[in-house]
């Protein structure tokens, strides 16, 4: 079984239908409601019911839940039952998170800075902290597998709330790595750069980090500057590309694989110049 956080649609959704597709029950929730102090439209419950009939038409069971990684007694209510009903769980994706709309670090409103801790960082331990148990009681081990950022590894201005959730987790992942490694249970860090979502092609509050010239740019008008930043010359990675990260990182041929941190990123994160 595999436990899934912002699973409606883009990545999560990815993840979740790729598990499946190799076996997987997937168990996984969203909050599917509107953000206020986000600029782009969020998934609803229309889209938690879609993802739930492709899993099933994939023949694998499906627990799918509207709850927000903030609210810490759901998480653990939804994964409580589904072990319950089913049994052990296995692999834990902590994919939920917001992505802010650009500005300088002094235009942040508590009110903004307070959803992005709270879902990015807070949402990631919400999840882990409700898995482990259940992970150590299963007896074999598993794999926690937490969703970063590129702009974790090189930085992004005007991001400075997103960029320092996104860090954190690495941090934090490396930390659980160790504390759970004795229960062969694995902590790794996906690190993706622009992926081909709505959280990047309907954010227009956050385009303006790739062109500060334009008041408001277009998807359009912002391509060709993706392309510039990735070595591979690609404006964006596809949510599938990380699907396939994730099955790795779930699989055992990466059974000694712990506390990484695995950029899917055309290779942005490193280039210098």
């Known amino acids: 079984m595999a436990f899934v956080t912002g699973i409606a649609r883009g990545q999560g959704r990815a993840h979740a239908l ?6 997987a029950d997937i168990v996984g929730l969203d909050r599917a409601a509107p953000v206020d102090t986000m600029d782009y439209p969020m998934s609803g419950t229309a889209d938690l019911d879609d993802v739930r009939r492709e ?13 927000d990684v903030r609210d810490r007694a759901g ?16 692999i834990v994706v902590a994919n939920a998170g917001v992505s802010p709309p650009a500005g300088d670090v002094s235009s942040i409103s508590d009110d903004r800075w307070a959803d992005v801790i709270g ?48 860090g954190a987790v690495v941090a934090f992942a490396a930390s659980v790595a160790n504390e759970v490694a004795s229960d062969h249970i694995r902590v790794n860090v996906i690190a993706p750069s622009i992926v081909n979502t709505p ?14 010239d334009l008041a408001a740019p277009s998807l359009d008008d912002c391509t060709d500057v993706f392309r510039a930043l990735m070595p591979m010359g690609e404006p ?9 990260a994730v099955l790795y990182l779930a699989s055992p041929a990466s059974r000694w694989i712990s506390g990484a941190v695995l950029p899917v990123d055309q290779g942005s994160a490193v280039r210098r110049f």
């Open 18 to 23: 790729a598990l499946a597709a190799h076996g």
């Open 119 to 166: 879902i990015n960082l807070t949402g990631v331990f919400h999840t882990v902290a409700a898995a482990l148990p259940h992970l150590k009681a299963g007896g074999r081990g598993g794999s926690v597998i937490i969703t970063s950022s590129a702009a974790a590894l090189k930085n992004a201005p005007g991001l400075s709330d997103y960029v320092a959730t996104k």
């Open 75 to 90: 998480v653990e209510s939804l994964l409580a039952r589904a072990v319950s009903e089913w049994g052990r769980l296995d």
């Open 199 to 212: 959280m990047v092609t309907e954010n227009t509050g956050q385009l303006r980090v790739f062109r500060p």
């Open 55 to 67: 899993i099933e038409a994939l023949g694998r069971r499906v627990m799918v839940s509207a709850i």
């Open 236 to 244: 964006w990675v596809e949510p599938a590309d990380v699907a396939d």
